[in-house]
């Protein structure tokens, strides 16, 4: 059977098999129309219910479970509310579903639920490990390799180590420590002001080069590492 030529955008998504047999290029799920005048509704609850996909009037729009995440632009494209990505749903909505699991987003759409595996590690104790395999990780600042007991005892593990190198982190926040505190004042941005000569330096990375400039004014301490 030769195609008619079809203006509607619905028919971007089906293929006429046979009068009133169609076939979703999508799915391949074969449909039975019963009658012609059904086409575009049965068309669009198949799209909105199996696929995510909504066009009103041959005008597509974000569906409510995207809409969070989404600020929705002209030309059938949505900008993602975390890193600003432009992304397309004219063909589909499904990869801007997938683009969400880089944010570790759980989503509850109208045909599926999305749970996303968390791949970044947001404590800033991953910012000194390498996770070599399950229950297993390597210091990058001294490439130790370190086992740990149980899921649930990495933080502990990590905290401990880092120490020994001069870093301490509370609940993933950067504090001085106490053999430190009174000689430096704290300051925003992981920053500390030297109280002798006013000098300021950052301790995001270690706590060595503030002990270092301990010296230049003839402070001994007595640290948690040396």
């Known amino acids: 059977m030769a195609p008619r030529r079809r203006h509607s955008k619905l028919w971007n998504y089906f293929e006429e ?3 009133l047999l169609v076939k979703c290029t999508t799915c391949k799920k074969e449909i039975q129309i019963p009658h012609r005048s059904r086409l575009v509704s049965i068309f669009r609850a198949h799209l909105s219910i199996k696929h995510g996909i909504f066009i009103n009037n041959d005008t597509f729009t974000l569906p409510d479970d995207l ?3 989404y600020s929705e632009l ?6 993602c509310k975390n890193c600003d990505r432009t992304l397309s749903f004219l063909s589909s909505m499904e990869h801007l579903r997938k683009h969400l699991r880089r944010h570790s987003t759980k989503i509850q759409s109208r045909d599926e639920t999305v749970i996303m595996t968390p791949t970044r590690k947001r404590s800033k ?3 000194y490990f390498e996770k070599l395999k399950p229950l297993l990780v ?11 007991s149980s899921p649930g005892n990495y933080t502990n593990v990590m905290r401990r180590h880092l120490s020994r190198h001069g870093i301490f982190l509370d609940n993933g926040t ?5 053999d430190l505190k009174q000689y430096y004042s704290k300051l925003p941005e992981y920053k500390a002001k030297c109280n002798n000569c006013g000098k300021t330096l950052s301790f995001l990375t270690n706590f060595r080069n503030l002990r270092t400039h301990l010296r230049k004014h003839s402070t001994s301490i007595q640290s948690t590492d040396e």
């Open 138 to 148: 390597k210091c990058t600042t001294c490439k130790r390799e370190i086992k740990v």
């Open 17 to 19: 098999l046979k009068p």
């Open 67 to 69: 809409r969070q995440y």
């Open 125 to 127: 104790f991953w910012n």
């Open 74 to 79: 002209s030309g059938c494209k949505a900008k």
């Open 174 to 178: 950067l504090s001085l420590p106490d």
